[in-house]
């Protein structure tokens, strides 16, 4: 073949040194083209930017009892119209998602680091440790979630108010008198209490596959115990399925919290959750329906861009799961 | 075949490093209690390279694993005794068996792919040994990582510092491997079929990297491989095995010359050689391994014996002298 008319090559495009593609670029490269996981993913944001800015950006205070303005139609003064007692339903809405955003991120990172950590060492050590930490999990899992969670908070409500009564003898920090904050406390630890079974037995199922991998073994024959094999190699490994875990139980957890005070025993009033606004509202959803859809819909788009984001991970973070 | 690098530089009287009596690890499973390894003794000297020979699932692994006591579970060793460096490692209690486990006695893994972490860069899992046993800062365990990384022939080693196993060829990771399982000194390294894995010239160039790491450091290597090949050329002592015993242990060139067990006969005059005339079929041993669970009563080998005997049957044969340090397992050897 006579190559004499070709252009000369020019070494420098032949020979381009192009950076492989790491597992996190191929997955942030599969999430960016995935529009439903960034629309979740926008709606997300938005949510935590006005949760964060509540109260900067709600025209009313959400306490603030307006007695000329009672069960009020929406209209150009209350968007979202105003509730029996007069408060404004969309700067209630807006600090309901504080609400929501505050309980869900401590009830989601609480799970998930003592399901981390409860399900890799027990995966890893085995035996009747890790028989013992199965059943508590299995146990966990055989009730109805909302019905476990709504008993611990009624068994445990007299307790820890009793305790941060005694703290504040003590200690004299205002907060700890503040019943609407206690409450969050009391929801966040009852959810917290049943939650964190879910990543326990993610966890658990995959340090079971990964710890017979040829690594562990080498890290092992190294001197490594296995708490230097859990924190530094089990976990990470695992990183990838628990941040999809994280993202759907996030939701979870929301739905979780305004059930809970749909049913009374969540937020106290007057703090403002989205469940209670729905339980209050309820009596009167033949005349007033936008006190329920407020904050019905609110929660369903908060739920359904949670949900979109989580799958879009799943996606992303599982070449398996992916289709064509 | 390859010269044959003979270095009887062993001396009687050199402190051993590893020291089996009588070693033996059982399975017990559904079926019944599986021996895997039954009654192996060993010695091995500073500066030797030990070669373990056999075919698959005969306990060369379990053997290295036994020495580090990592016999995988539900496995235990239930008899025997087993010394580092004077040490009776089955007395210890688990951490104090942890210390030992990279600065006295390490591994070379088979599949550096697998036996490293995808997830944690090449250089950080060196440092990890270091950081465990020397208790270096991350800053000292880092320049010793990369001295070890240039010091097994990784070019660039501060940039394959920070690099993941899968950016890494096959040769170059099993330099990584040796480079993690050398960074501590072990006293004692296994190397569990090191170039299983890789194709034939890199398998050369890490073998005399283990060579030469040998010469370097003094270490005492115990090389596990079905690969006579690699033996006659690495090793100054061979144990063949078969069925979880030693059958013919004794210096690579005697045995090799003057082969007295059936089986190592057997596994000699079935290697490859170019000038081997091609009309003739492979020479193989009939037969396959007894499982380890239905062990025959007499020699385990009677069954794939040419030259078995009804005396073969009855008992099973003990290691006997031949000749200065060969061994031979076999009741009829003298008739060979």
Redesign the interface.
Known sequence: MDNSTLAPVDASSMWRTEK?R??WDDVFYHFRHNWMGMAGLVVFILLCLTAIFADKLAPYDYLNQDWNAILKQPSAAHIMGTDDIGRDVFSRILMGGRTALMVASCITVAGAIIGLLVGSFGAFI?GKVDAALVWVVDGLMSFPNIWLAAFINVATTPTLKAWAASLYTVTHWGFLKDEVLISYGVVVFSIGMVNWAWPARLVRSQVLSLRE???V?????????AW?ITL??LI??VLGSMIVLVTLSFGNAMLFESSLSFLGIGIRPPGASWGAMIFQGIARVRTHPYLVLAPGITLAIVMLSLQFLGDALNDALNPRNRNA | MAPMQMDSSIKADAPVVLDVHDLQVCFPTREGIVTALDGLSMQVSPGEIIGLVGESGCGKTTAALSFMRLVPKPGKITAGQILIEGQDILKLGPSEMRTLRGPSVAMIFQDALTALDPRMPVGRQIMEPLQIHQHLSSRAARARAIELLASVGIPAPEKRFSQFSHEFSGGMRQRAMIALALSCSPRLLLADEPTTALDVTVQRQIMSLIKRMRDETDAAIILITHDVGVVAEMCDQVIVMYAGSAVETGPTRTVFTRPTHPYTIGLLSSTLELTRDRSLPLNAIPGLPPELIHLPSGCVFAPRCPRVGDACREARPVLEPVESGHQVSCWRWKEG
């Open positions: 492989a790491s597992f085995g991998r040829e690594f073994e080498a890290v092992r024959a190294l001197g490594g115990t230097w530094r190699h990470p490994n």
